[in-house]
């Protein structure tokens, strides 16, 4: 009983994952890049359903959708400033697009860190419960009551993210932009407006994640530092640039954080998922999901 109580808290948490990582595969699937500032996402998440709620006193359910649209107007603003140079034909640039991507998003994830810091200060916020009911039996499991609610929350999210890329008109010019952006283009896909869709689901997806979150592991500055390391982490694990791998990529991890936190230590918690990486990078370079490269 105790290892289905372990399997399923580590389930609920790898749903948390999943949601901050298929943004981010989604990026890459698009621009073939990693964005560096999505952790930040998740940290305006947090502030704005944390700070929404005290200042309005309102229902803590609002506050999620005004965390989902404050970190869809971060990404399309750095859609629009930033990125969209990468695509639309700057090809006379002496630096590489590449290491232009590396530097923008790490030199935005600093600024919004920075930022953060100083208008709103260092000191760390909790967000109020969407349930006020501290405990929950589910069958003979106990189980948190915000925990379950918010974990229904990823979950329903997580399946309306994947019906909406593979049974919509949108989603299909999603996947047709990733699989070719020339040919997309050739075929009267608008592949600019694909991008900020693209950035626009990412953005709000890591910060509804920072928005659940909040009571749990509060709301600072730094606080999108470690779930953006270990999206990296699943990403890579799932396959660069699948979203199914993200998805499961993000149950791995969280179980087995779940299961290796109670049975090795607690203190190394957060490297289980790294050792994992390690491994499959090692016997499987491409990811769970990905695809392998055609050798020329």
Known sequence: MFNLELFINGIMTGAF?????????????????VNFAHGEYYM??????????????????????????AGAAIALVMERLLM???YQGYTNWRMMKDEYAIIVTFGVSLFLMNLATQVIGPEAYQGPEL????????????LGGHRLV?????AGVLLLVLLFIHYTPQGQQIQAVAQNRFGASLAGI???RVSQWVFAMSGGLAAL?????????????????LPATKSFVIVVLGGMGSVAGSLVGGLIMGVLEAFGAVYISYQYQDVFGFILLILVLMLRPWGLFGERAREL
Request: proline fraction near 7%; aromatic fraction near 10%; charge should be positive.
């Open 131 to 142: 349930l006020q009911r501290s405990r929950i039996f589910v069958g003979p499991i106990l």
């Open 190 to 192: 608008n592949t600019a």
């Open 150 to 154: 918010s974990f229904a929350v990823a």
């Open 209 to 225: 994640a920072g928005g659940l979150l909040s009571p749990m592991y509060l709301a600072h500055p730094m606080v999108g530092m």
């Open 17 to 33: 994952y999943a949601v901050i990582a298929i943004g981010l595969t989604l990026i890459f699937g698009i621009l073939k890049l």
């Open 44 to 69: 305006v998440g947090a502030y704005a359903y944390t700070l929404f709620a005290a200042a309005t006193g309102l229902s803590p359910w609002l506050g999620l959708p005004v965390a989902v649209a």
């Open 84 to 86: 969209r140079p990468l």
